[in-house]
C-alpha cells in the first residue's frame, strides 16, 4: 500500500515551504510527493505569497530530493501546450534519475485563467486526448526518428521528438468523475486511474468502469495502478483531530464522512475500506503545510502498520 503526499499551494505556499514539506515526505518513508496546478486561491484565503508553477517546483524538488516519487494531480491541460510539457516533464524526469510521473487533466477553474490571461477553450476534452496522444507520442519516438501529428487542435510536423525522459515510460496518471469519456481515455493512456475525493461506493463504481474499458481496448483489467485522493486529519485523540480540522476550516464529521480523517485506527479502517475496491495508492491531501507533527505522526501510526 503506497502513501502520497499531496499539497495545494495555491491556498498559500512558497517554494521553501514546500521544499520542507518533501524532505519530510522523504525522510518519513512516504512514496511521493505529488502538487496540484492551480494559479489561484480556491479555499477562500488570499493566497499569499501567490503561486508557485508545478513543474519549476518539481524542477527544484528533483535536484533537492533523492528517493520519492514527483508529480502532479493534475497539470491542468490548458496551461501548457502539449510538445513544450514533454520537453519540461522529461527535463524535470532527467534532473530527478527518473524519479518523475505526470497527471494531465482539462483544466477546469476558469477563474485563474481569466486572472492571468490563460485562453479557458470550450472543448477541452478534445483537447486533452490530443495532449495525451502528442506527449506520449513525442516519448515514445526513437532517438533519430521524428514525430508528426494533424489533430483537430494540434498540428506537430518532423518534431525531433527530444529530449527523452530517463524513464523508459513515465507512468501516466487520469482521473475524474466521468462516467464514459474519462474511463476510455484512461484505458487508452493512463498506467494509473485516480478518483479524487470520492466515496468507496463510487470510487468501486468508477474502478469497475475503467477496468471494462480497459478490456475493451485489449489490456488486461488490472495492468493500471487504481488510486484515491483524500483529504487527510489524522490526531491521536479526539481534541488533536478537531483541532487540525479547525485548523484547515473543515467540520470533523464532514472529514471523516468523505476523507481519512480521525485517529490512526479509524484512518487505516477507512483505507481498508477503499483497498476492497481495488485501490492500492491513496494520495493524502494535506491542508496544512506548517504542521510536520501530522506528517509524523501519519508515518508512524497509519503508514506502519500498512507495510
Known sequence: MDLRIFTEPQQGATYDTLLTVAKATEDLGF??????????????????????????????????????????????????LPGVLAIQVAQVDQMSGGRVELGLGTG????????????????????????????TGLWATPV?????????????????????????????????????????????YADEFNIPFASVED???????????????GRKKDELVYSNALVACVGRNDAEVARRAAAIGRE???????????????????????AATGSTRFYLQILDLGDLDHLELISAEVQSQLT
Not at 530517463?166 to 484505458?187: D, E, F, M, N, S
Request: hydrophobic letters at 35%; charged letters at 25%.
Open 31 to 80: 512514496d511521493a510527493f505529488y502538487r496540484s496546478d492551480h494559479y489561484v486561491s480556491m479555499g477562500g484565503g488570499d493566497g499569499l505569497p501567490g503561486p508557485t508553477d508545478a513543474w519549476i517546483t518539481l524542477a527544484g524538488l528533483a535536484r533537492e530530493t533523492s528517493r520519492i516519487r514527483l508529480g502532479t494531480l493534475m497539470t491542468a491541460g490548458t496551461f501548457r
Open 108 to 135: 477546469w477553474y476558469e477563474k485563474e485563467h481569466t486572472a492571468y490571461g490563460i485562453p479557458f477553450p470550450k472543448e477541452k476534452f478534445g483537447r486533452l486526448e490530443e495532449q495525451l496522444a502528442i506527449v
Open 252 to 274: 470533523v464529521d464532514e472529514l471523516k464522512a468523505n476523507g481519512l480523517a480521525g485517529s490512526p485506527a479509524e484512518v487505516i479502517d477507512k483505507i481498508g475500506q477503499y
Open 144 to 188: 533519430g526518428g521524428t514525430f508528426d501529428f494533424d489533430g483537430t487542435y494540434y498540428q506537430l510536423k518532423d518534431s525531433p521528438a527530444l529530449p527523452k525522459p530517463v524513464q523508459t515510460k513515465i507512468p501516466v496518471l487520469i482521473g475524474g468523475h466521468g462516467a464514459k469519456r474519462t474511463p476510455a481515455l484512461a484505458a487508452r
Open 203 to 217: 470510487s468501486r463504481r468508477q474502478f469497475g468502469r475503467v477496468r471494462e474499458a480497459a478490456e475493451t481496448e
